[in-house]
């Protein structure tokens, strides 16, 4: 649920939230206190109710992955995918591809996926449309987000988020505020100073109009009084086309995902003026605003969506090989790897809150005056 000045990310410190003992330390859970893949005694016990959607775990002797010959509370009747086609609707370099690789990469060390490919969609529109356009495809998956909706809406588009199966919420990611390293800009006053002053006259290059970049935007320029809509905010369709604008200085400053820019601020092509975390992060090397005295932070979530179509035996299994990836090593290191927040929720908990979720996006826009 989003809030006016505090947006999302909650008050857990990312480095507390990312940390995490490897499963086999944890030491042995009883059925009455299992979750899916922590440590049990006896192969063949049932752990009711324990599992995703009320499913019962078992104890079970996993065969692949990091947990490959131990006993683990599992689900023994998952099936792993053969292959996935993840839908993207950004361009190479954008988050939404970023996090289906990363999806996908951890899925096929674990064992729970053999091979995937990412197919790019430049806009919400065009990506949700493809999806939806599929049909009897038990190998299609969509990576949404924060973004989503309103890309959806302020490209006139009646598709929703809501209308496909809910898989489940995977992390949230911080924000960064990037410039090229030659820039004046030396810390987020020295932004703000010139956008309340005019704000025509900043280019500030991000996602779609309406996602989450803009709002990052809007809601750090209401802090000095400036509207959403006399902002220069200029949309990408993703990293890959946004970066190189910042680098060569076509846009003042670039503000997406941490993920999207950190390669390049390691690099020495850009520098961070702002993370919208709660503390500084491993990942991008930048004060927060919090440290900069503005009490803003921020987060863009991102999860999984299968075909509205999809039969209810397919759809349980997706969402307990999701459920299964969440709880391996590969997954937990992926996610300190990226500073990525483990915000997880999945199957019935998922379709709940992405329903009002999807609500409160369009209203925080409506007040933004970024739609109508």
């Given at each position: 649920m989003?809030?006016?000045?505090i947006l999302a990310l909650g008050a857990v410190a990312i480095a507390a939230s990312l940390m995490a003992a490897p499963p086999a330390q944890a030491g042995a859970k009883p059925a009455s206190k299992a979750n899916v893949g922590d440590e049990c005694l006896r192969q063949g016990v049932k752990a009711p109710g324990?599992?995703?959607?009320?499913?019962?775990?078992?104890?079970?002797?996993?065969?692949t992955g990091s947990f490959a010959g131990t006993l683990r509370w599992w689900y023994p009747d998952m099936k792993p995918y053969g292959s996935v086609e993840w839908v993207s609707s950004s361009n190479i370099g954008g988050g939404y591809g970023t996090t289906a690789i990363a999806i996908g990469d951890a899925m096929k060390k674990e064992g729970l996926l053999k091979d995937y490919t990412v197919t790019y969609r430049s806009n919400a529109p065009l990506g949700l449309g493809y999806f939806y356009d599929q049909k009897n495809r038990k190998d299609l998956l969509l990576i949404t987000g924060f973004a989503m909706p309103g890309g959806l809406a302020t490209n006139g588009s009646k598709l929703s988020i809501t209308t496909a199966k809910a898989v489940a919420g995977v992390m949230r990611e911080a924000e960064a505020f990037v410039v090229?390293?030659?820039?004046?800009?030396?810390?987020?006053?020295?932004?703000?100073?010139?956008?309340?002053?005019?704000?025509?006259?900043?280019?500030?290059?991000?996602?779609?109009?309406?996602?989450?970049?803009?709002?990052?935007?809007?809601?750090?320029?209401?802090?000095?009084?400036?509207?959403?809509?006399d902002l220069n905010y200029i949309p990408y369709s993703g990293g890959g086309s946004l970066v190189p604008d910042v680098i060569g200085g076509r846009v003042a400053v670039g503000v997406s995902g941490t993920s999207e820019f950190s390669s390049f601020v390691a690099a020495g092509k850009m520098r961070v003026l702002a993370v919208t975390s709660p503390k500084p992060l491993k990942v991008i090397k930048g004060k927060t605003l919090v440290q900069q005295g503005v009490d803003l932070t921020f987060g863009n979530w991102r999860g999984i969506l299968a075909p509205a179509d999809l039969s209810a035996a397919d759809y349980l299994n997706t969402v307990k090989v999701i459920?299964?990836?969440?709880?391996?090593?590969?997954?937990?290191?992926?996610?300190?790897?990226?500073?990525?927040?483990?915000?997880?929720r999945s199957?019935?908990?998922f379709t709940k809150w992405i329903g009002t979720e999807n609500t409160a996006i369009l209203n925080v826009l409506t007040a933004f005056k970024l739609i109508k």
């Open positions: 989003l809030k006016k000045k324990r599992g995703v959607n009320g499913t019962d775990l078992t104890c079970t002797k996993v065969a090229p390293t030659s820039s004046k800009y030396r810390t987020i006053t020295d932004l703000l100073n010139d956008i309340k002053a005019n704000p025509k006259a900043v280019a500030i290059g991000g996602g779609n109009y309406g996602g989450v970049d803009h709002v990052t935007v809007a809601t750090l320029a209401e802090t000095v009084g400036v509207k959403a809509t459920d299964a990836l969440h709880s391996t090593p590969s997954w937990k290191s992926t996610l300190v790897e990226k500073s990525w927040i483990d915000e997880y199957g019935d908990a």
